[in-house]
């Protein structure tokens, strides 16, 4: 039976309940993570509690617990469902008021909930594990704010569901400027010319975690070149290699573009270096 944590209870996930004037349900006003577990030990830790507090801090809510409590209760939420290969999601809103009113209520508390989930471990960097990705473009059409990991995501699901009804499982987003900017649900990395291209965080982009760590391996572990930037949605055409980066992905490859091969149509070489790395490292942020 699958644990989840709410508001200081361990309990059974299809028992947690939650008030209808919470304003995460009636406003989208909290925030989450999607910290992935494998072999029953949670990743890159500290950059997941940086980037809620930094979260926290864009929507004005005062962090309920400290660092410690939290991975405290995310740990023991791990082990009460199995250890294992799991993602766990954490939410925190501004929690219930008494009626439903735009501006912040006075004096509630905090909602808390988090539950795991099953993940596949990802790739070791071989084509045989590679769990490759076809993408379609569109212009991006998302809130001013997407630096925030908030809970109000209708913004990526529509625009996730333009890619499924295009038989594509992923959708590359450009601003009016034709600048690339992200996935419905990933970060992106580039390849052109044998470099390495990723845009710059902004508030058209939310800092993966994933995406972070994968600069810092490059930069630890290649002599690649590597260009933190705008990048131009013709340099994205014209890309030997795309990757998309997520907690649970980590970096997996796109290799068919608007119905268009990606390079030769394969995972490509340096793919297959940087996942390895992954493989290897995944747990140095931890």
């Given at each position: 039976?699958n ?26 006003d ?20 940086e ?26 939420l ?26 912040f ?115 630890a ?45 394969q ?20």
């Amino acid at each position: 039976m699958n644990q989840a944590y709410l508001n200081g209870a361990f309990t059974a996930l299809e028992d947690a309940k939650i008030s209808p004037m919470d304003r995460g349900f009636l406003f989208g006003d909290g925030v989450y993570e999607v910290i992935p577990c494998y072999g029953g030990r949670l990743v890159a830790m500290p950059y997941h509690l940086e980037r809620l507090a930094n979260s926290l801090s864009g929507i004005a809510l005062v962090a309920p617990h400290s660092d410690d409590a939290i991975q405290q209760i995310l740990e023991e939420l791990v082990q009460r469902n199995g250890g294992g290969d799991l993602g766990v999601y954490l939410q925190i809103t501004r929690g219930a008021a008494p009626k439903r009113q735009h501006a912040f209520p006075d004096h509630i508390e905090p909602t808390v909930f988090a539950y795991t989930f099953a993940i596949t471990a990802p790739s070791d960097g071989s084509p045989e594990t590679a769990n490759c990705f076809t993408a379609v473009t569109r212009t991006d059409q998302r809130w001013e704010r997407c630096h925030i990991k908030s809970t109000a995501l209708l913004g990526n699901v529509l625009h996730m569901m333009e890619a499924i009804d295009a038989g594509a499982e992923e959708v590359l987003l450009f601003n009016d400027d034709d600048e690339l900017t992200e996935a419905a649900a990933c970060n992106v990395f580039v390849v052109c010319d044998g470099t390495i291209l990723t845009p710059a965080l902004d508030h058209q982009i939310l800092p993966g975690v994933t995406r972070r760590q994968c600069l810092e391996l490059l930069e630890a572990h290649t002599d690649w070149p590597v260009e933190i930037r705008p990048v131009m949605r013709s340099e994205v055409e014209q890309a030997e290699e795309i990757w998309l980066s997520s907690s649970t992905k980590e970096l997996a490859p796109i290799v068919r573009l608007d119905g268009k091969d990606v390079g030769s149509g394969q995972p490509g070489a340096k793919w297959a270096v940087a996942q390895k790395l992954f493989h290897q490292y995944r747990f140095s942020a931890s």
